[in-house]
């Protein structure tokens, strides 16, 4: 079975035959590469209805079976994606989605790396002393103008871009209800300083292997039903 997860900023594939046997991930426009020639295949992501007569689900049921996958007994789910951030919980079967604000996704990362002049795996590894540089706005344009502002007043790069990281996690953390047992999937999950901030901030979180394709995954594993 062929998991797609045709994202709104990267498209992944799993193929799952009794364990995962293959995967990649590409930019979400080049998905066409990732559909094999043959094989059941069943879609979930923003844009999983692009692949028609195929067996296709939401992100959320897509997010539930991949992470219990790994954690059967996950209590909520925060799926950080590059355009939206998510928080299932699975004790009373509710969502949360919070995809009108960047603040709180990948984007929002990525719009300051780039400015920054870095990756985002760099990025991910710059978190220390983020209580050190206070920023108060979370929109990201506004942010924008304060951090070259705390940039001009002798702030370190270092500086404020844990600031920055500080700011996301603090953002996805509002939206989590308090639990034990707490899941981090998606591209972001891959990011260590906003999974060690948010395992600060609510207690530890679990991160699964390879976070970014849990939800192809669960795709794979409903397809499979
Ligand atoms: P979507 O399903 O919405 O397309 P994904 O779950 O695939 O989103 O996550 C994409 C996001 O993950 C992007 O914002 C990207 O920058 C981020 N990302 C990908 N790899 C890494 C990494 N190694 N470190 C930190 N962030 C990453």
Redesign the pocket.
């Known amino acids: 079975m062929i998991g797609l ?1 045709l ?4 498209a ?1 594939m799993i193929r799952f035959e009794g364990k995962i046997k293959e995967w990649r991930i590409v930019k ?1 426009y080049q998905w066409k590469e990732l559909v094999p020639s043959e094989g059941e295949i069943c879609t979930t ?2 844009f999983r209805k692009a692949l028609p007569n195929v067996k296709s689900i939401t992100e959320i049921t897509a997010a539930r079976y991949g992470t219990t996958y790994f954690f059967p007994d996950v209590e909520v789910i925060v ?6 951030t998510k928080v299932i919980d699975m004790r009373n079967n509710s969502f949360v989605i919070n995809d009108k604000c960047s603040a709180g ?3 929002f ?2 719009f300051f790396a780039e400015y920054l002049g870095m990756s ?2 760099e ?2 590894k710059i978190y220390g002393n983020a209580e050190k540089v206070e920023l108060n706005n979370t929109c990201g344009i506004f942010m924008l103008s304060e951090i070259l502002s705390k940039l001009v007043n002798g702030y370190s790069k270092e500086e404020v871009i844990s600031g920055i990281q500080w700011s996301c996690a603090q953002k996805v953390a509002s939206m989590v209800p308090e639990a034990d047992k707490i899941a981090v999937i ?3 999950a ?2 260590e300083g906003i999974v060690n901030m948010l395992s600060k901030i609510l207690g530890n979180v679990m991160v699964p292997e390879h976070p ?1 394709l849990i ?1 192809a995954l669960g795709a794979a594993l409903y397809g499979n039903k």
């Open positions: 997860d994202g709104s900023t990267a992944k979400s992501g923003y799926d950080i994606g590059g355009q939206d996704t990948g984007a990362l990525e985002m795996s990025m991910g998606g591209g972001v891959q990011n970014q939800n």
